[in-house]
């Protein structure tokens, strides 16, 4: 169990470009989260996956923002034309099956430091 | 609207003072409330979680504690290396399990 890996660890890109970012789930965990934290608050939910399908979507996540998790492995986050208030922190987490051991504890990655100039 | 707060935002104290980090919530009904431990730069680190009013969960100088309003995190006798942000997030029944985050608490132990 390596736990929950991101890719890349920090981003630096100009206003109105596209990006994306990739997160690994610890193996046989089916559902996987993403999140949002900027400096000083705490993490806010975007996403949920469960297995391959996109099951919620807050608000926060914005038609600039897709999520795709093909295959029930890793997700990937993409944004199309980055704002500077996309600068943030992103989260993934994740977590066995409701009903298992730990069921409903998160895990969570290094996250990807996202800074638009 | 579901609600987390965590007080004090920041807590400095010297090396062995133990004190509580506290956590208060506002939910339609909690599934689960969770504590983490986050480093600066760094993804949070899972400690405890609580379930039902009552119970206690103990990890060393760490100490969490529920009741059916807020929550406690008591640590005793610090060291300098359990200066982090604690966080507190709660998960409402009936939801997809996303978790509801306070703002954290900046703890700071000096030798």
């Known amino acids: 169990d390596t736990g929950v890996s991101q890719d890349p660890r920090h981003k630096i890109t100009k206003r109105g470009q596209n990006v994306t970012f990739r997160c690994d789930p610890i193996?046989?965990?089916?559902?996987l989260y993403w999140y949002r934290q900027t400096l000083g608050q705490g993490p806010e939910f975007l996403t949920y996956?469960?297995?391959?399908?996109?099951?919620?979507k807050s608000r926060l996540l914005s038609d600039r923002f897709s999520a795709e998790r093909p295959k029930g492995s890793f997700s990937t986050l993409e944004i199309q034309r980055t704002e500077q208030g996309d600068s943030a922190m992103y989260l993934c987490?994740?977590?066995?099956?409701?009903?298992?051991?730990?069921?409903?504890?998160?895990?969570f990655g290094p996250g990807t430091r996202l800074t638009v100039l | 609207e579901d609600q987390v707060t965590q007080s004090p935002e920041a807590l400095r104290l010297q090396e062995g003072e133990s004190s509580s980090l506290n956590c208060s919530y506002t939910?339609?009904?909690?599934?689960?409330l969770f504590w983490y431990r986050q480093d600066p730069g760094k993804g949070p680190e899972f400690l405890f979680t609580?379930?039902?009013a009552g119970e206690e969960k103990e990890k060393e100088r760490l100490k969490a504690t529920l009741t059916k309003k807020e929550s406690f995190l008591h640590i005793t006798a610090p060291k300098p290396e359990d200066s982090a942000t604690y966080l507190c997030?709660?998960?409402?029944?009936?939801?997809?399990?996303?978790?509801?985050f306070g703002k954290g608490t900046k703890l700071s132990v000096k030798p």
């Open positions: 987490a994740s977590s066995p099956k409701r009903g298992l051991a730990g069921g409903d504890t998160q895990y």
């Open positions: 996956f469960q297995n391959e399908a996109q099951l919620e």
């Open positions: 997030a709660v998960q409402v029944g009936g939801s997809q399990g996303n978790l509801i």
């Open positions: 939910v339609s009904g909690l599934r689960g």
């Open positions: 193996s046989e965990h089916n559902r």
């Open positions: 609580l379930y039902s």
